[in-house]
């Protein structure tokens, strides 16, 4: 009897077991239905958007590079040399100097005289997505009517410019090719002064050379950008390793064959390497190449505040019981930081929770940020940390990043001139461009120039941007030819004359 009842029980058990087991079988189901419809539905949250995000899909299986006793660079070396490039610029000259010859009566100064005279210029680049994605220095590519990029097995291509950004000195390229060897960003946040490095670079297309040596320190501002933008950022991580002028633009690798850093500026008098050389922290160099990819120039955000180190005698003669953070001697009047409640003679200590103890520093951490994103700001004000949730702004006061590039407009000749977006480029198949918004009277309607017209070159000069129209025409008098293409994307040329 016994023996039944325990058969029995076991029989019911069973069958409740069969039920459960059925119950989860179609929730599983259902749930991975759900799923596949939730990201057929809404794939783009699924595809990866930033370089970042693309990059840690490919590395996902890929094995790291193992830790080694003592040092050893060979297997970092192996790893990033292949991603390394070297660029080669063509820049038209209007350069009309005849040298030495002796000309009294100004004969060569005759335009018929004139040619142009092309200039060569070249450096280094790191391939950062195995679609043809490549980072480099600004100065590198700047003015270059043409980019080539040649690979480290000597491959060589026509870039596409997708993007520069002068406040950082980086450029974005991009070349027709897949399956390329890339660097994985690494954390520069992270990284230790003391700490081993290598420099790669592609100087003279000579294949990759490797240098290396330690970081030496962290958060440096030389000067060398702020000297043409007031929002340059300067935070840069100062090596003991080798960089020579050819090396710019080239990577700078730790230990674990990550890249940390755009090799961008060596401290010289004489142009060569002497002792000490500065790289751009690929923290800020992610969010720099995704908006020049996403935008085709950098959304920066502003907190809307002058800064200054705090010193000793700072600290002394404002009564700081601490020499630690960043002073703020005077608030914008409207901007972000006054809308939050942050005054002057405070002191910024974190952003979100980042310690910032440099001017530099905090410059670093608000770049990172885009127009419309919210941070915490902790300050110290009369001996007490208080905080404030700070809205960032635009360079326009805009609260919310735009996806229309920045207009920049500007008026010359009697025409307003803007910057074209990268979609709009991509459209009209020009690698670069600026637009006719309007005209009125002067040389360019006189000469049947339309409204929309989108002007790529100006006696043979490429422009990029308003600023470079206004370069270009300063102080320009006499015959100027300008190229270009018309809405419809039909190539025209135009002669006008600048009195």
Do not use: C
Request: net charge negative.
């Amino acid at each position: 009897m016994r023996l039944f009842l325990y058969v029995l029980i076991t029989e019911q058990l069973a069958m409740k077991m069969k039920k459960i087991l059925g119950i989860l079988g179609i929730a599983f189901v259902g749930g991975a239905m759900a799923l596949g419809l939730n990201q057929l539905f809404s794939g783009k949250e699924a595809v990866p958007q930033t370089f970042e995000e693309q990059q840690k899909v490919h590395f996902t299986n890929q094995e790291e590079i193992a830790d080694q006793p003592g040092v050893n660079f060979v297997a970092v070396s192996e790893k990033a040399t292949p991603t390394v490039v070297h660029i080669k610029t063509t820049i038209e000259s209007q350069s009309g100097e005849m040298g030495d010859v002796f000309d009294p009566f100004g004969f060569f100064d005759d335009p018929r005289f004139k040619q142009n005279r092309p200039q060569q210029g070249s450096g280094s680049g790191v391939i950062i997505m195995n679609n043809g994605y490549i980072a480099t220095n600004n100065h590198v590519i700047e003015n270059a009517s043409k980019i080539e990029v040649i690979l480290n097995d000597k491959r060589s291509y026509d870039a596409e410019l997708v993007g520069r950004d002068p406040e950082t000195d980086l450029a974005l390229l991009k070349i027709e090719e897949e399956n390329l060897p890339f660097l994985r960003f690494g954390n520069s946040d992270e990284l230790k002064v003391g700490e081993w490095v290598i420099a790669v670079g592609n100087p003279f297309n000579l294949t990759s050379t490797v240098t290396a040596g330690i970081v030496s320190a962290k958060g440096r501002n030389i000067n060398l950008l702020r000297q043409n933008s007031e929002y340059a950022i300067e935070n840069f991580i100062q090596t003991d390793a080798a960089v020579n002028p050819g090396n710019s633009g080239g990577a700078l690798v730790n230990t674990q064959g990550e890249l940390i850093g755009i090799n961008t500026a060596i401290a010289s008098r004489t142009g060569s390497y002497a002792g000490y050389s500065f790289a751009v922290p690929v923290n800020i160099a992610k969010k720099v190449l995704d908006d020049l990819k996403k935008y085709g120039e950098v959304k920066r955000a502003i907190l809307g505040v002058r800064i200054q180190d705090i010193t000793a005698e700072l600290a002394a003669e404002k009564g700081f019981d601490k020499i630690e953070g960043v002073y703020i001697p005077d608030v914008v009047e409207g901007s972000a930081a006054d809308k939050a409640g942050i005054k002057a003679d405070d002191v910024i200590l974190a952003i979100d929770g980042e310690k910032v103890n440099k001017a530099s520093e905090l410059q670093e951490e608000i770049s990172k940020y885009h127009p419309g994103d919210e941070v915490v700001v902790s300050i110290r004000r009369d001996g007490k940390e208080i905080e404030k949730e700070v809205k960032l702004l635009s360079k326009d006061g805009k609260k919310e990043i735009s996806m229309e590039p920045n207009r920049d407009s500007k008026e010359l000749l009697g025409a307003t001139f803007e910057n074209l977006g990268h979609q709009e480029k991509m459209e009209l198949k020009i690698r670069n461009g600026v637009r006719i918004k309007s005209l009125s009277k002067g040389p360019l309607k006189e000469k049947s120039i339309p409204e929309g017209f989108v002007i790529t070159m100006i006696d043979k000069q490429r422009v990029y941007t308003t600023k470079d129209v206004e370069k270009i025409l300063d102080d320009k008098t006499g015959s100027v030819l300008i190229d270009g293409v018309l809405p419809d994307g039909t190539k025209e040329s135009y002669a006008i004359r600048i009195d």
